[in-house]
Nanobody, 128 residues
Framework: QVQLVESGGGLAQPGGSLRLSCAAS????????MSWVRQAPGKGLEWVSGIYSDGSDTYYADSVKGRFTISRDNAKNTLYLQMNSLKPEDTALYYC?????????????????????WGQGTQVTVSS
């Protein structure tokens, strides 16, 4: 069965860095776009970043552009999110999510309803 297991979260100071990983299994990882989604305390889900199946195209929410970098290693079935210049408002539970089909419909990478599997999440807390 499909499994997505996030790791790498923790406590970071403002301005610090963390690197999240998502280990995928149970499907052909290299065929699917993937995204990171977060949920801050008391708020709804927010799409953060997405990457196409071959890693050729990456996209970011305006709130993280220039600070976060998404990448993937298809040989290792792993998705990453490098987070730099962290801010307190980045505090959230971070999920990786698998896009539901091998082809990404235009303008839908940010649409959360298009994702069919999600991990359990890893907590990121940014505080001094």
């Amino acid at each position: 069965q499909v499994q997505l297991v996030e790791s790498g979260g923790g406590l970071a100071q403002p301005g610090g860095s963390l690197r999240l990983s998502c280990a995928a299994s149970g499907f052909t990882f290299s065929m699917y776009a993937m995204s990171w989604v977060r949920q801050a305390p008391g708020k709804g889900l927010e799409w953060v970043s997405g990457i196409y199946s071959d890693g050729s195209d990456t996209y970011y929410a305006d709130s993280v552009k220039g600070r976060f970098t998404i990448s993937r290693d298809n040989a290792k079935n792993t998705l990453y999110l490098q987070m730099n210049s962290l801010k307190p408002e980045d505090t959230a539970l971070y999920y990786c999510a698998k896009y539901g089909t091998s082809m990404v419909a235009p303008m839908t990478l940010t649409s959360l309803r298009r994702y069919d599997y999600w991990g359990q999440g890893t907590q990121v807390t940014v505080s001094s």
